[in-house]
Nanobody, 111 residues
Framework: QVQLVESGGGLVQPGGSLRLSCATS????????MNWYRQAPGLQRELVAS???????NYADSVKGRFTISRDNAKNTVYLQMNSLKPEDTAVYYC?????WGQGTQVTVSS
């Protein structure tokens, strides 16, 4: 059974940083692409960043230059390093693989 478990969210001031982690099990992690999505209150879920099995990355325009997605195949884990955080980054962040979703982790950017 595929499981995705996010961690690392929290409250941070504008300009701060957080690193989200998504630990996976039940899938052949090293060959699969992984995604991070986010959903703010009242808005649709949006794709934030993707990483292929080969390590190719893509980002939403709103986070380019501030967020970095990476993977550790030895740990079956994907990360999202978020720097220079803004209040508009406040959302629940979800790890995604195909039709599978994690439970989400709350990120709040506020002074």
């Amino acid at each position: 059974q595929v499981q995705l478990v996010e961690s690392g969210g929290g409250l941070v001031q504008p300009g701060g940083s957080l690193r989200l982690s998504c630990a996976t099990s039940g899938l052949l992690f090293r060959i699969n692409g992984m995604n991070w999505y986010r959903q703010a209150p009242g808005l649709q879920r949006e794709l934030v960043a993707s990483i292929s099995g080969g390590g190719t990355t893509n980002y939403a325009d709103s986070v380019k230059g501030r967020f970095t997605i990476s993977r550790d195949n030895a740990k079956n884990t994907v990360y999202l390093q978020m720097n220079s955080l803004k209040p508009e980054d406040t959302a629940v962040y979800y790890c995604n693989w195909g039709v599978r979703w994690g439970q989400g982790t709350q990120v709040t950017v506020s002074s």
